[in-house]
């Protein structure tokens, strides 16, 4: 009794404390949508440091921030959260780890808190990102300031089960998404619902809207409601008319922090150039780790047969080499794996693809190396915002080829990028060009990812938009191969009717293959999906190339064109090692049918007919004589196979009536005797079904007459020459086996052969159970009895 009554007691206690909590927080929140208001004419002027704590913002929120000692705002998130507060649309644009993150997400909490927002009330806010480990790393920001808060909040990108991903993408307050997986969910997710959501964030804007993404992107606006709120945030921010317009933007507030400031890139990063020839390139990489070896680093290049060529190489020239690789075409579980150890690494170089050019906040990266040179400035000013963030110090060095330099050094320069050259000191370069020959030499595996790196760089370069900077032709391409160890260039036939749209596809497909992104599904969707990897890459899937090689010399054509039809510089023909193929317009390399060197009247000089030939043979011979049947020879020579009769030798064989009649009665006699065959016939099936549905029966006897230590084995399969080699046959007798061929109802052998194998046979068992046949009639074995019926059914 006095127990209820402090259970009461406590009941009504914790119910009064859940009021006046609620009546609390419905305070805060009044004040705070005042302040709010009003902090914003305040904060427009003010220049000064920002403390969080004065910011209209919830205890909940402002506890979060202390407790991961954020302290003070950076610029971005002076500017924008105070517009975030207001719910105004938000372009916002700050340099690489400027603290755009927390600029969005302190608001999209306040706004969610304000809007007293529950689990009943579904997803309330939605974050984009176009990487999945992007995604990872806001969630776990999100994770940290948001602890106090009761909002559920759920990472969807992919490479988990769709399944588990539905249970509970339903009952999620907030979401972080990459593209392709949210429109997946969307379109496949019963009672996932966008229809009440408050905020819509796109983080890395402008690559969410460009190209690789246009399709999923605008699928993923058309579920959402207009009456949202939308912020985009990007180091190298979208003005694009038509973009804002894509996403319903109303009256947006642009933030830009940097567009006054001299650089687009950090403050305290050093940024050098480096022209080197390509087939330096490696050495030069290689010398530089050699030279560093207590560093943290990120080193980028185009595509990810690049990565694993490397990758692989450098550990096994140098296995202390403390080496990453990150790339898309990585298990999700294997890029989570990798992206966790480089975050907690103090000395490691992480290779990697632009998979990792955008928004990862690994700390203290030392060094950015641009092994490849980036598609354009924006996607420079990404990588190399992988280190010196949130105003630390960093170094970034880019490997410009020869041709490259003016073009892309304009560039930079117009986007306010402050690169200077820098020269390499040939003294203290290593050679490893020799090293990595021998590992080719010795492990076909090593030449085979040596051959698709060398395609796929040369790829890339081809299908770069910037012809300024990027002309493939200029590659020597020779050398190139000779240093990543191969013993040739792979030959490549790039597409004389490449034009803009082939291109635009093409490169559409290079997104999603070289900077490759799993997370970037458009392009896998719209073509990679059924087509994973291009014919090039099937091609080169083939690991016995050496095999193939004779045979594909006569296949492709040996003169190696260009666009304009031209060999391009520095390209030698290795073809017979290497053929790539591929007959896709808007694919870089093209098969040229082989011409085999036989004309037709080569062959008929040698006496022999192609079929095709015989063919036309044959056409003319019908044309020739309509009015008779022929039939052909094996020379395709006419045979008449009989000749109508005319009227005159008929009447000359006697009276019409009569031939009509003899003909009648020949005919009813043939059909009599048909039909006489046809019975006999069905009376000899039935009779042998008869017997074969007995021997059956008999059989499973003679198989279920076994006690039960018998335990047979059935082994299904076609009969092969094994089956009567010496060791099959022991095992079958040995064991007792036996061995019946299967037919099918027409008596012809099916192929298929049972082998019944018992380990024990009780002889005297079975012979006591086996029916006693009659005396005159001597017991037929199970095989005569089949033959017996097999034999009716063959006569059949
Ligand atoms: N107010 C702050 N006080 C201290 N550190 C902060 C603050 N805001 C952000 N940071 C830190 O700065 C780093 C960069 O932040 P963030 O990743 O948000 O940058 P970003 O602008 O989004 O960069 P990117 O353009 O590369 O995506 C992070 O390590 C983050 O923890």
Not at 301 to 310: E, G
Not at 335 to 360: C, H, M, P, W
Request: net charge neutral.
């Amino acid at each position: 009794m006095a127990g209820n009554k402090s259970k009461n007691a406590s009941s009504v206690g914790s119910k009064d404390q859940r009021l006046l909590r609620r009546e609390q927080e419905e305070k805060e929140i009044a004040k705070l949508e005042q302040r709010a208001a009003t902090y914003q004419l305040v904060s427009g002027s003010d220049r000064q440091a920002v403390l969080f704590e004065t910011l209209p913002l919830s205890k909940r929120t402002r506890e979060g921030l202390q407790k991961a000692k954020y302290l003070e705002c950076t610029e971005i998130q002076r500017k924008a959260i105070p517009l975030g507060l207001r719910r105004r649309d938000i372009l916002g644009a700050a340099i690489t780890g400027s603290g755009k993150t927390l600029a969005f997400l302190i608001p999209l909490l306040e706004i969610l808190y304000r809007e007293r927002w529950t689990t009943e009330d579904g997803l309330g806010a939605l974050i984009i990102s176009p990487t999945r480990e992007l995604a990872v790393q806001i969630f776990e920001v999100l994770h940290t300031i948001g602890k106090r808060h009761t909002f559920s909040a759920g990472l969807i990108i992919g490479g988990k089960s769709l399944k588990d991903e539905q249970e509970r993408i339903c009952r999620m307050n907030i979401l972080i998404s990459t593209p392709g997986r949210l429109l997946q969910h969307m379109n496949q997710t019963p009672g996932f619902d966008c229809n009440n959501l408050q905020v819509l964030v796109l983080d890395e804007a402008d690559r969410i809207l460009d190209m690789g993404f246009k399709r999923t992107i605008n699928a993923v606006i058309e579920n959402l409601n207009r009456e949202r709120t939308t912020w985009l945030f990007s180091a190298t921010q979208t003005k694009s008319v038509k973009d804002l317009a894509r996403l319903s933007l109303r009256n947006p507030e642009y933030v830009a922090v940097h567009d006054q400031a001299e650089a687009s890139t950090p403050a305290k990063l050093v940024q050098n150039y480096m022209v080197c020839e390509l087939e330096r390139k490696l050495d030069i990489l290689f010398s530089f780790m050699k030279a560093h070896p207590q560093t943290k680093a990120l080193v980028f290049a185009s595509s990810c047969k690049q990565i694993r060529y490397i990758h692989e190489a450098f550990t096994r020239i140098e296995p202390g080499l403390p080496l990453l690789a990150l790339h898309g075409r990585q298990k999700q579980s294997k890029r989570v794996e990798i992206f966790d150890q480089f975050l907690r690494n103090k000395f490691s170089y992480l290779l990697a693809t632009d998979v990792a050019a955008r928004g990862l906040d690994f700390p203290s990266v030392d060094w950015v190396i641009q092994l490849d040179c980036p598609e354009d400035p924006a996607t420079y000013i990404h990588r190399v915002g992988r280190t010196a963030r949130n105003n630390a110090e960093g170094r970034a060095l880019l490997l410009l080829l020869p041709s490259e330099e003016a073009g892309m050094v304009a560039a930079l320069k117009e986007k306010k990028v402050p690169v200077e050259p820098i020269k390499v000191k040939d003294s203290r370069t290593t050679s490893i060009r020799q090293k990595l020959q021998y590992l080719c030499f010795q492990d076909p595996e090593m030449k085979y990812l040596g051959q698709k790196a060398f395609i796929t760089y040369l790829r890339s370069v081809f299908l770069q938009k910037n012809k300024k900077v990027f002309d493939v032709h200029a590659l020597p391409a020779e050398e190139y191969a000779a240093s990543l160890g191969l013993p040739g260039a792979p030959r490549i036939k790039f597409n004389k009717k490449s034009n803009d749209k082939n291109q635009d596809r093409a490169l559409k497909r290079l997104l999603a293959d070289l900077s490759d992104s799993e997370d970037e599904p458009e392009a896998k969707r719209t073509k990679a999906s059924e087509k994973p990897v291009s014919k090039v890459d099937k091609m080169f899937a083939r690991k016995n190339q050496d095999v193939l090689a004779d045979h594909y010399t006569k296949l492709i054509d040996h003169s190696v064109t260009t666009a304009d039809g031209t060999l391009p510089s520095g390209t030698t023909d290795f073809g017979a090692t290497l053929p790539v193929v591929d007959d896709d317009d808007d694919d870089l390399v093209v098969l040229k049918r082989a011409d085999h060197g036989l004309s037709d009247d080569e062959n008929t000089q040698t006496g022999e007919l192609t079929r095709r030939q015989k063919a036309r043979l044959r056409k003319k011979a019908l044309k020739a004589d309509l009015s008779s049947k022929v039939i052909f020879d094996d020379e395709g020579n006419t045979i008449h196979a009989y000749d109508l009769k005319t009227e005159e030798d008929f009447r000359r064989e006697g009276d019409i009536s009569q031939q009509i009649a003899k003909r009648l009665q020949r005919d009813r006699a043939a059909v009599a005797e048909r039909d006489e065959i046809d019975r006999e016939k069905d009376r000899l099936r039935r009779q042998a079904q008869k017997l074969k549905r007995k021997l059956h029966e008999k059989g499973e006897e003679s198989e279920g007459d076994g006690s039960d230590d018998e335990e047979p084995v059935v082994m299904l399969g076609g009969a092969s020459d094994d089956d009567n080699n010496d060791s099959s046959d022991d095992y079958s007798r040995a064991s007792g086996s036996e061995r019946t061929t299967n037919h099918d109802d027409s008596g012809a052998e099916s192929g298929e052969e049972v082998v019944v194998r018992k380990r024990k046979r009780s002889r005297s068992r079975k012979s006591a159970r086996e029916p006693s046949s009659s005396v005159d009639e001597p017991p037929r074995s199970l095989q005569t009895e089949e033959e017996l019926a097999l034999q009716l059914l063959a006569d059949i």
